[in-house]
């Protein structure tokens, strides 16, 4: 992961997407506070996530979601103590 100091944005770089057709993109992380809250108003306005179950990790909770153009973006809500 890469990130200017002071930087609120980062980067990861990861070598697993071998399968991605070129123009596509897969993995771009939004970040959110209260990953319940966001989902629930995100499927209230018709949003469907890729699974039902919120994903668990050390560094954080997350959900992945297809856009209109077959893209997947991943909602994350950050574990504060794996940042500090």
Do not use: K, Y
């Not at 100091?5 to 993109?25: E, R």
């Not at 993995?27 to 629930?40: K, N, Q, R, S, W």
């Not at 919120?54 to 856009?67: K, N, S």
């Amino acid at each position: 992961m890469l990130r200017p100091p002071g930087g609120g944005s980062a980067i990861t770089l990861v070598t697993w997407f071998d399968t991605m057709s070129p123009g596509s993109q897969r993995g771009t992380v939004l970040g959110c506070d209260d990953i319940e809250h966001t989902a629930a108003d995100l499927r209230a306005r018709g949003l469907s996530f890729f699974e039902d179950a919120i994903q668990v990790a050390p560094w954080g909770r997350w959900l992945t979601f297809p856009d209109p153009d077959g893209n997947a973006w991943v909602l994350q809500e950050t574990n504060r103590e794996f940042t500090r």
